[in-house]
């Protein structure tokens, strides 16, 4: 079994930074890949990041590109999502998930989530 925990979320002025994290607990992730994705009220959560944990390989939404960078922390398990250059339109929930996947844009292929962390981006 494997236990995500988000950390991070808030309020903050548009053009401001937030850092999220993921805790990450359970079960070696070695092979696994880490994605951050957000859902606001009455859309669909979206892919935003996702890095695999053995390389360290990285792919982000053309939404976020630029402006988020996500990393790993291998000896503590966790994984981190910088934004920077906050607009409203980043207002959502953001999520952390883990899962063996082959489509890291495919939220359907991820086994494990956390419970979510709120970012409100005011304008």
């Known amino acids: 079994q494997v236990h995500l925990v988000e950390s991070g979320g808030g309020l903050v002025q548009a053009g401001g930074s937030l850092r999220l994290s993921c805790a990450a607990s359970?079960?070696?992730?070695?092979?696994?890949?880490m994605g951050w994705f957000r859902q606001a009220p009455g859309k669909e959560r979206e892919f935003v990041a996702g890095?695999?944990?053995?390389?360290?390989?990285?792919y982000y939404a053309d939404s976020v590109k630029g402006r988020f960078t996500i990393a790993r922390a291998n000896a503590k398990n966790q994984v981190y999502l910088q934004a920077n250059s906050l607009k409203p339109e980043d207002t959502a929930v953001y999520y952390c998930?883990?899962?063996?996947?082959?489509?890291?844009?495919?939220?359907?292929?991820?086994?494990?989530w956390g419970q979510g962390t709120q970012v409100t981006v005011s304008s």
């Open positions: 998930a883990a899962g063996w996947v082959s489509t890291w844009t495919s939220a359907h292929e991820y086994d494990y």
């Open positions: 890095i695999n944990w053995s390389e360290g390989h990285t």
């Open positions: 359970g079960r070696a992730f070695i092979r696994h890949v």
